[in-house]
Nanobody, 127 residues
Framework: GVRLVESGGGSVKAGGSLRLSCVAS????????MGWFRQAPGKEREGVAV???????TYADSVKGRFTISQDNAKNTLYLQMNNLKPEDTAMYYC?????????????????????WGQGTQVTVSS
């Protein structure tokens, strides 16, 4: 089946940077979307950035210009480069995937669309 393992979280001061990684398996030879979601205590899980097999990308408005999602196909790894971090970025960050999916510009996918999830990695940004 599909397995996702994310890493790279940590604690940084506002304005700092982190790079999250997600090693994926089980998505080869099919269309898929992979993305990053986050959830803070007491809040709904929200989409951050999503990409597909073909390199199409969509970002949440709150992270545009600061976060970059990318893939290294040779390493089967998804990344999220997070720059100029803000305290409101503090959350548990999850890598997720769904088969039979292509990104169609604009909105970030709802988390309920994604059946495959990693364990999460904590990002904490202090002011």
């Amino acid at each position: 089946g599909v397995r996702l393992v994310e890493s790279g979280g940590g604690s940084v001061k506002a304005g700092g940077s982190l790079r999250l990684s997600c090693v994926a398996s089980g998505l080869s030879y099919s269309s898929y979307c992979m993305g990053w979601f986050r959830q803070a205590p007491g809040k709904e899980r929200e989409g951050v950035a999503v990409t597909d097999k073909y390199g199409n990308i969509t970002y949440a408005d709150s992270v545009k210009g600061r976060f970059t999602i990318s893939q290294d196909n040779a390493k089967n790894t998804l990344y999220l480069q997070m720059n100029n971090l803000k305290p409101e970025d503090t959350a548990m960050y999850y890598c997720a995937a769904v088969r039979y999916c292509t990104v169609r510009g604009g909105t970030v996918y709802n988390h309920q669309v994604f059946p495959y999830w990693g364990q999460g990695t904590q990002v904490t940004v202090s002011s």
